[in-house]
Every structure is written in C-alpha cells, then in structure tokens.
C-alpha cells in the first residue's frame, strides 16, 4: 500500500481477512451459530529512509556525455529503490516462514512445486481456484532448470513445453504468476525461494519518493549533485500464506 507518510515511525494500518469459512449446524430450534470472520488488524511500522545520492561533474562527464545522467537518474535510482523494498519484503521469508520444500542441495524441480501448492491448497487457502492471488518468486539460477523441465508458460498454452512460449519467458507456472529475481534471500549457498499469497507479506511507503537536486564544488570543479530518498516499511502479515523453497547456489 502507499500512503501519504511524513516521517520515520508513522504506523499504516492493514487489514486483513480471513481467507476460509466454517459450516455449522442449524439447530432445531433454528438457532445459528455466528460466523467469526472479524478483519485483523496489522500495524505497519514506517522505518525506513532510504537515499540513493550521485555527485556529477557538470564539465566534462554531463554536458559530453553521450546520454546525460540527469535524464537516467530519476529512473535508475527509482529501480534501485524498488530492489531495496523487494529485498527487504523478501529477507522476511527466512526469518518467519516455517513452511519448507527442497533441501537446498539442488534445482527446484516439479516435486517441490506441487508439494508448496498443495501446502497452500490444504490450508484452504484458494491457489487452485484463484492463482492470480498468488506468487512464484525465485533466484534467476531457476529459470534454466525450470524451463528444461519442460513447465514453459501453462498460462498461454494450456500444456507444458508446447506452443510459441518454448522461446519466451516463464511467466506463470500452474496459472501462477512467477518472477525471477536477484533480491532472493540467501545464506550458506542456499536460496529461499517462495511461494506467498499477496497477504503473506505487506509493504507501506510514500506515494512518490522526493527526487532533490543542488549544485555544488568538488576539489574546485563545479559538480551536480542528484538525490533521491523515500520512506517505507515492510512486515510480515500471516506467515501460514506463504511456502519457502529451497535451491542450491549454482
């Protein structure tokens, strides 16, 4: 979620609902039994300030430049900012996730996949009748053996290793959208990768980080200084909604 946050320590409030139902019976007398489905709240610290700061020689390196680093920096430092809060979000997975597949000697293979699936089936939570609530997030080193074994994009061909996606991307695995990404965590030349539920994790932040600029001189040469700095926080909400996988540091 975004928000319009001041400052380090301003608390976002999230509210998450219970994903399954109980049956009870009707009495004879036509009694009912009340469903306790009441929404928990989540407190979300905002505890983070992060800056990404880059000092420029205004003569030669911006105004010879092939490409000026003023037009890059907003988007560069944008991105680099996004990687940090991914990172943080998923630097939580090792630290509160519970819920285990592979043993990290190896590849994720199709066994793991549908064993975190089914993990997640049988807490009732609904991946089989609405995947596009959840997420495959994993180490780029998995895109390879994944693709080899054949589980190329069920999204678009309906079968595995068939149609025009055999040469494009891996977006979805079981109708389940999938990333790849370097902000994975690890340790010990294990990835953790994971399957979550969107409610696994939550982030806050600004709605626009503040982008500042000013001039300055660096050993008597005149410099462009370029800064960038937002405000956010990231908190694990319900630890049961997500499967870690692990996989072997190639």
């Known amino acids: 979620m975004t928000g319009d946050y001041k400052g380090v320590g301003d608390i976002a409030h999230i509210a998450v609902q219970a994903t399954a139902y109980t049956v009870n019976d009707v009495g004879s007398d036509?009694?009912?039994?009340?469903?306790?489905?009441?929404?928990?709240?989540?407190?979300?610290?905002?505890?983070?300030?992060?800056?990404?700061?880059?000092?420029v020689l205004e003569l030669p390196t911006n105004v010879q430049a092939f490409q000026t680093r003023f037009k890059d920096f907003p988007d560069n430092a944008g991105q680099a900012l996004r990687e940090k809060i991914e990172s943080d979000i998923l630097n939580l997975v090792r630290a509160d996730i519970t819920q285990t597949q592979g043993d990290g000697l190896g590849n994720i293979g199709e066994d793991e996949l549908l064993a975190a699936i089914m993990t997640l089936a049988q807490a009732k939570l609904p991946i089989l009748k609405n995947p596009s609530e959840f997420t495959?997030?994993?180490?780029?080193?998995?895109?390879?053996?994944?693709?080899?074994?054949?589980?190329?994009?069920?999204?678009?061909?309906?079968?595995?290793?068939?149609?025009?996606?055999?040469?494009?991307?891996?977006?979805?695995?079981y109708n389940i959208p999938t990333v790849f990404t370097n902000q994975v965590e690890s340790?010990?030349?294990?990835?953790?990768?994971?399957?979550?539920?969107?409610?696994?994790?939550?982030?806050?932040?600004?709605?626009?980080?503040?982008?500042?600029?000013?001039?300055?001189?660096?050993?008597?040469?005149?410099?462009?200084?370029?800064?960038?700095h937002t405000l956010y926080g990231v908190k694990t909400v319900v630890a049961a909604r997500a499967v870690i996988l692990k996989s072997k540091d190639a």
């Open 187 to 228: 340790s010990s030349s294990v990835h953790y990768n994971v399957l979550l539920h969107r409610d696994a994790f939550a982030w806050a932040a600004q709605k626009m980080p503040t982008f500042l600029t000013a001039s300055g001189l660096a050993n008597a040469k005149l410099t462009r200084i370029l800064h960038m």
């Open 136 to 173: 495959f997030a994993f180490q780029p080193e998995q895109f390879p053996p994944l693709k080899k074994s054949g589980m190329i994009d069920f999204n678009r061909t309906g079968q595995a290793g068939n149609g025009g996606a055999a040469s494009m991307g891996l977006p979805a695995l």
């Open 30 to 55: 036509g009694a009912l039994t009340t469903q306790d489905n009441i929404l928990t709240d989540v407190s979300l610290t905002v505890d983070k300030k992060k800056d990404v700061t880059l000092e």
